[in-house]
């Protein structure tokens, strides 16, 4: 495959905040490229340079072969974007709403009908065109969002978190809808903090922290960045010291990124499980433990004997393979979610 997007040395600053700090990578033509981090990691930021909404401070993005800083238009043209921020006017209706964004892609006539018809089927929301956008439900929203940036079948789609907020029937649309585009010749560019998402759709993905690129490949040269050891997941259950892990379970089931601070009664626990003889490294992750052993088997009983040492009720453990969480704490010593 050839290069279709060339991230080159790009910086942006916001005073004195650097958001993207000299971020350079490729994107291949065909495939779903992921760009994996916290809020605030510089994802949109890199996101609305390729999509020339934000000129870079230094550095440069070639479009199909067309530079941001010098032939704007002509990346506008291969580009469509899905946007995080919903775009769409609440009082028209789908089809009007598909039909204005269209004619803004320069389409008319019989091809802007067709391809108003194509985002409708696409969305699954063909017996919805005449109905307002406001009446809608967050994920009915989200699909026509996404319909509205693929009208006019552009060669690479920006998709800036597209399940953010939605129904599990929405998302799951929306994600075979990724795959479907892809499968008919569409590069996509997928930024999440919703590291399942990343795993299951990527064919390669980037890591992003602080404005930097931490780490880049696909999911298996991710997972090697880890090594041999072995990963056990524990899980907290309502009688751990004050509620501490019980209070952050829903961050741990969706994957949200969230900026927390670890409780020191989490600290005490970490601690313990750290001077088990065996354990090479033990981190808090949202409300579970990621504990790292050279033998899984040989320092479980050591581990769960600390846990109750500490008055922490154990619910469940694990070990289980090296997953994008498991490569962001090991580049950065913190879970995806601190």
Same mark, same amino acid.
């Given at each position: 495959?050839?290069?279709?997007?060339?991230?080159?040395?790009?910086?942006?600053?916001?005073?004195?905040?650097?958001?993207?700090?000299?971020?350079?990578? &490729? *994107?291949?033509?065909?495939?779903?490229?992921?760009?994996?981090?916290?809020?605030?990691?510089?994802?949109?930021?890199?996101?609305?340079?390729?999509?020339?909404?934000?000129?870079?401070?230094?550095?440069?993005?070639?479009?199909?072969?067309?530079?941001?800083?010098?032939?704007?238009?002509?990346?506008? +043209?291969?580009?469509?974007?899905?946007?995080?921020?919903?775009?769409? $006017?609440?009082?028209?209706?789908?089809?009007?709403?598909?039909?204005?964004?269209?004619? #803004? $892609?320069?389409?008319?006539? !019989?091809?802007?009908?067709?391809?108003?018809? $194509?985002?409708?089927?696409?969305?699954?929301?063909?017996?919805?065109?005449?109905? +307002?956008?406001?009446?809608?439900?967050?994920?009915?929203?989200? +699909?026509?969002?996404?319909?509205?940036?693929?009208?006019?079948?552009?060669?690479?789609?920006?998709?800036?978190?597209?399940?953010?907020? *939605?129904?599990?029937?929405?998302?799951?649309?929306?994600?075979?809808?990724? +795959?479907?585009?892809?499968?008919?010749?569409?590069?996509?560019?997928?930024?999440?903090? $919703? #590291? &399942?998402?990343?795993?299951?759709?990527?064919?390669?993905?980037?890591?992003?922290?602080?404005?930097?690129?931490?780490?880049?490949?696909?999911?298996?040269?991710?997972?090697?960045?880890?090594?041999?050891?072995?990963?056990?997941?524990?899980?907290?259950?309502?009688?751990?010291?004050?509620?501490?892990?019980? =209070? =952050?379970?829903?961050?741990?089931?969706?994957?949200?990124?969230?900026?927390?601070?670890?409780?020191?009664?989490?600290?005490?626990?970490?601690?313990?499980?750290?001077?088990?003889?065996?354990?090479?490294? =033990?981190?808090?992750?949202?409300?579970?433990?990621?504990?790292?052993?050279?033998?899984?088997? =040989?320092?479980?009983?050591?581990?769960?004997?600390s846990i109750a040492a500490a008055g922490a009720h154990l !619910?469940?453990?694990?070990?289980?393979?090296?997953?994008?969480?498991s490569v962001f704490l090991h580049l950065t010593g913190r879970?995806?979610?601190?």
């Open positions: 495959m050839s290069v279709i997007v060339e991230i080159r040395d790009l910086v942006k600053c916001f005073g004195e905040l650097t958001a993207v700090d000299h971020v350079t990578f &490729e *994107i291949e033509r065909g495939e779903i490229f992921g760009l994996l981090g916290p809020n605030g990691a510089g994802k949109t930021t890199t996101i609305s340079m390729i999509s020339c909404l934000l000129a870079p401070d230094e550095g440069d993005v070639i479009v199909a072969g067309h530079s941001v800083r010098t032939h704007s238009i002509e990346v506008r +043209r291969a580009l469509g974007i899905v946007p995080q921020e919903i775009a769409l $006017y609440p009082t028209l209706t789908a089809a009007e709403n598909l039909k204005f964004w269209g004619r #803004m $892609y320069g389409l008319s006539g !019989r091809e802007l009908d067709e391809a108003v018809d $194509y985002g409708l089927e696409m969305a699954g929301l063909a017996d919805k065109a005449r109905v +307002r956008v406001e009446t809608f439900s967050g994920g009915m929203k989200r +699909r026509i969002n996404i319909a509205a940036g693929v009208l006019h079948r552009p060669q690479v789609l920006l998709m800036d978190e597209p399940t953010v907020g *939605i129904d599990p029937q929405s998302r799951n649309h929306i994600l075979e809808t990724v +795959r479907e585009l892809n499968r008919d010749g569409m590069t996509v560019v997928y930024t999440s903090h $919703y #590291m &399942e998402e990343v795993e299951t759709l990527c064919d390669r993905i980037a890591i992003v922290d602080h404005g930097r690129v931490i780490a880049d490949g696909t999911l298996d040269e991710l997972r090697a960045l880890v090594g041999d050891e072995d990963h056990i997941r524990i899980s907290l259950g309502d009688a751990s010291p004050e509620g501490s892990a019980e =209070a =952050a379970e829903g961050d741990a089931d969706t994957g949200v990124a969230e900026e927390t601070e670890t409780p020191p009664e989490m600290l005490a626990i970490l601690e313990g499980i750290r001077q088990v003889p065996g354990v090479t490294r =033990a981190d808090a992750v949202g409300s579970a433990l990621e504990v790292l052993a050279g033998d899984a088997a =040989a320092v479980l009983g050591g581990v769960v004997e !619910r469940a453990i694990e070990v289980v393979e090296p997953d994008l969480e879970g995806l979610r601190d």
